[in-house]
């Protein structure tokens, strides 16, 4: 069942891409993410009110509260940058470079937490790199 949820990550990833560089055209790059921001907030917000999920919030740890709140400024971070580069270069450039995440997940995975490291594995990170040399490097 994960591939699914996965694959939705990638399609609507996708369709952020161009809707985000069609979005920051003409408004600071960082309003623009803060307004972005606001709307996944209360998404989030709705989504776990008709599942009825706040009792469990009570029970939630403070290493995971600390490691989601890393987790939530990493994502500030990436999307301050994605939107600034959506303004100044293509969507079509940007969305294969900030791709490259999946290469850096893949090295974190392994050296943090332990992960099996394949020659698939590796092969794919360096198809990933190559893949987003070539369409991104104008």
Do not use: H
């Amino acid at each position: 069942m994960w591939i699914w949820f996965a694959l939705g990550s990638a399609l609507f990833a996708g369709v952020t891409a161009v809707l985000a560089k069609v979005g920051v055209a003409g408004i600071d790059s960082n309003l623009a993410t803060f307004l972005r921001t606001a709307v996944v907030l209360l998404l989030a917000a709705v989504i776990v009110s008709l599942r009825a999920d706040w009792s469990s919030i009570a029970s939630v740890s403070p290493r995971t509260l600390a490691f989601l709140a890393l987790s939530g400024l990493a994502t500030g971070a990436s999307w301050l940058c994605y939107f600034r580069a959506l303004q100044l270069a293509p969507a079509s450039w940007v969305a294969p470079v900030d791709k490259l995440s999946v290469v850096v997940a893949i090295g974190l995975g392994i050296t943090l937490l332990g992960e099996p490291v394949s020659a698939k594995l590796l092969a794919g990170a360096a198809l990933i790199v190559a893949g987003t040399l070539i369409i991104a490097i104008p």
